[in-house]
């Protein structure tokens, strides 16, 4: 079994940055067989996938509202998964989620199709709340 446990969400001014953290845990999650992502959900919308990674490719994936602002990345040894999140903008606010699959394709194959093939492993989100 394979948990996820995200933290670091809080209240920004527009424009301000935060660093999510997403912490894995579970023996049989290695980054070279799981596509990792970050999700979010704001109120009243449905879930979108924001960025992914697969170290089976060293690929990563973003949505066209998070190219530029947000960056994936990981410390392998320390099973953490990390969303920096630089100019944020009040629409950014939402609970952030980290979740996992394991896959044999990259994140730029599998991520934009996550809603469709679905994630297995989510964790509780993070609140996120940019104001004006």
């Known amino acids: 079994e394979v948990q996820l446990q995200a933290s670091g969400g809080g209240l920004v001014q527009s424009g301000g940055s935060l660093r999510l953290s997403c912490l894995i845990s579970g023996s049989e999650f290695t980054f070279d067989e799981y596509v990792i992502g970050w999700f979010r959900q704001a109120s009243g919308k449905e879930r979108e996938v924001m960025a992914c990674?697969?170290?089976?490719?060293?690929?990563?994936y973003y949505a066209d509202s998070a190219n530029g602002r947000f960056t994936i990345s990981s410390n392998n040894a320390r099973k953490t998964v990390y969303l920096q999140m630089n100019n944020l903008r009040p629409d950014d606010t939402a609970v952030y989620y980290c979740?996992?699959?394991?896959?044999?394709?990259?994140?730029?194959?599998?991520?934009?199709?996550?809603?469709?093939?679905?994630?297995?492993?989510w964790g509780k989100g993070t609140l996120v709340t940019v104001s004006s």
């Open positions: 979740a996992t699959t394991l896959t044999r394709y990259g994140s730029r194959w599998y991520c934009p199709r996550a809603h469709s093939f679905g994630m297995k492993f």
């Open positions: 990674a697969s170290g089976s490719d060293r690929s990563t």
